[in-house]
């Protein structure tokens, strides 16, 4: 492997990890608010607890998602030079908001929330937590908007004397047609993450026999499914309008996630495809008619650009090169994004069948609670490997190879050494993450013993210690 490789692979690897915390962390603390929400509106003690035993997994989630997620700022200067200084001025603005306004957001009320608990009348602690979930959104909104821009660049002009784009229209770039079908698919499946998360620890503690804690739990399992469910249905629905919007911005990718390689009118979805091992021909394929055209254009009879008329036009406008990205990859993990995500779906509706008017769940249930978040987590990271993947051979669609954004000066040893070096990084945070998740989890819900300021705000906690509320 050359340095472009390596510097590939190791950004892939460190991208992929971090993602792991981030839909657990932007879920978990909107559940979370949740809990406490029917707490302050019900008093009832087990949504007390739940926000407390669900807030304690979200605060360790949230620290490891900031530590990861570091990384990949230190990688755009040490791997990625080029690339920054051709986004810079373009990528400046959503980042600097995100990290300015969002990032603080998060951690000035994450603060206030976690030792306020006996400090802050109830209504004002109630809306701590909640400006944290305003932050998580506004966070992923503007990284979304940076992203997005990679896949259709708006808002800029080219200055080639500096050879960089720069940033002429904030606002196209926020409301970018590829973040606003981007935002919601993914905040929805983040939440179908979440309440996977939610239901099989809930499930876990009920088949172990929770004793008095069985009650909450179970209330935990159900919601935790109905999250799921509701959130696939709007993956779903997203999804859809994201497809379309794909094709219009990025028909390479559409035609390569259906390793379509002729033009088709109308063009047929391939539910499964078996091709040549470098993905030049395919083979053997079964298909459904007209649904293809459908889903990318939302008319049956319309044409879809295979993958040889889109390399032929590229050529044309770009110049001598090949601009098919992976084929094998992005097409099975197109797919298995899907598949994997509709099966998260289906496990949730089945537990809600499984436990419904009072019934307890079977102790050989057991074996869907590793599964049952991995399944959404998984889904998650095979559309966003799928996102990336079918955009190349591009950084910036259109403008900037990816060959052209890696530091020049960077040499593969500095690479391979700093990718060990995260790679052993990253196993040990592994083991640290899973230890403390699993400690909190088995130790069960935190007793009700939090007496907060009441909600009209007349008792201010004057007098009263401040404590760490885990």
């Given at each position: 492997m050359d340095t472009l490789d390596l510097a590939r692979w190791q950004f892939a690897i460190t991208t992929v990890y971090?993602?792991?915390?981030?839909?657990?962390?932007?879920?978990?603390?909107?559940?979370?608010?949740?809990?406490?929400?029917?707490?302050?509106?019900?008093?009832?003690?087990?949504?007390?607890?739940?926000?407390?035993?669900?807030?304690?997994?979200?605060?360790?989630?949230?620290?490891?998602?900031?530590?990861?997620?570091?990384?990949?700022?230190?990688?755009?200067?040490?791997?990625?030079?080029?690339y920054s200084r051709?986004?810079?001025?373009?990528?400046?603005?959503?980042?600097?908001?995100?990290?300015?306004?969002?990032?603080?957001?998060?951690?000035?009320?994450?603060?206030?929330?976690?030792?306020?608990?006996?400090?802050?009348?109830?209504?004002?602690?109630?809306?701590?937590?909640?400006?944290?979930?305003?932050?998580?959104?506004?966070?992923?909104?503007?990284?979304?908007?940076?992203?997005?821009?990679?896949?259709?660049?708006?808002?800029?002009?080219?200055?080639?004397?500096?050879?960089?784009?720069?940033?002429?229209?904030?606002?196209?770039?926020?409301?970018?047609?590829?973040?606003?079908?981007?935002?919601?698919?993914?905040?929805?499946?983040?939440?179908?993450?979440?309440?996977?998360?939610?239901?099989?620890?809930?499930?876990?503690?009920?088949?172990?026999r929770a004793g008095t804690d069985t009650e909450a739990f179970r209330t935990a399992l159900r919601m935790g499914a109905v999250i799921v469910i509701v959130a696939g249905a709007g993956v779903a629905l997203s999804g859809d309008q994201q497809g379309k919007v794909m094709t219009e911005v990025q028909p390479m990718k559409m035609a390569a996630a259906e390793a379509l390689y002729e033009s088709e009118k109308p063009a047929s979805f391939s539910v499964f495809t078996i091709g040549t091992l470098d993905g030049s021909k395919e083979i053997f394929s079964v298909k459904v008619p007209y649904l293809l055209s459908f889903?990318?254009?939302?008319?049956?009879?319309?044409?879809?650009?295979?993958?040889?008329?889109?390399?032929?036009?590229?050529?044309?406008l770009y110049g001598p090169g090949s601009y098919k990205p992976n084929i094998p990859l992005t097409y099975w993990t197109f797919r298995l994004m899907i598949g994997v995500g509709m099966s998260a779906a289906a496990v949730a509706a089945w537990l809600l069948w499984a436990t419904r008017r009072g019934r307890s769940p079977s102790r050989w249930m057991v074996w869907l609670v590793a599964p049952l978040p991995l399944l959404p987590l998984a889904a998650n990271t095979f559309g966003w490997i799928f996102t990336e993947t079918g955009r190349q051979p591009w950084l910036v669609f259109g403008l900037l190879p990816t060959s052209a954004g890696v530091s020049p000066g960077t040499t593969t040893a500095e690479v391979?050494?700093?990718?060990?070096?995260?790679?052993?990084l990253y196993g040990a945070l592994a083991v640290v993450e899973v230890k403390l998740m699993t400690k909190s989890i088995r130790a069960g819900l935190p007793p009700a013993d939090v007496v907060p300021a009441d909600p009209d705000g007349s008792d201010d906690g004057s007098g009263k210690p401040l404590s760490f509320a885990y």
């Open positions: 971090h993602f792991f915390f981030v839909p657990v962390t932007i879920s978990l603390v909107a559940i979370t608010a949740g809990l406490q929400t029917a707490w302050y509106r019900t008093g009832k003690d087990k949504y007390l607890r739940l926000t407390k035993f669900y807030g304690k997994l979200f605060l360790i989630n949230i620290a490891m998602g900031v530590v990861t997620g570091l990384v990949q700022e230190f990688q755009f200067g040490m791997n990625w030079s080029d051709f986004v810079g001025d373009v990528f400046g603005a959503p980042l600097a908001l995100e990290g300015l306004l969002a990032f603080f957001l998060e951690s000035t009320f994450i603060g206030l929330w976690i030792f306020g608990w006996d400090r802050l009348p109830r209504r004002v602690h109630l809306a701590c937590i909640w400006m944290v979930v305003l932050g998580t959104q506004l966070s992923a909104y503007f990284i979304l908007a940076a992203n997005s821009w990679m896949q259709n660049p708006v808002g800029f002009r080219y200055n080639a004397d500096r050879g960089r784009a720069e940033l002429t229209d904030i606002w196209a770039v926020l409301t970018n047609k590829v973040v606003l079908v981007t935002y919601p698919h993914t905040i929805f499946a983040a939440f179908m993450v979440g309440g996977a998360f939610v239901a099989a620890v809930a499930l876990w503690h009920l088949i172990r889903l990318a254009t939302g008319h049956f009879d319309a044409e879809v650009q295979g993958i040889n008329s889109l390399q032929q036009a590229y050529e044309e391979l050494t700093s990718l060990i070096g995260f790679t052993v």
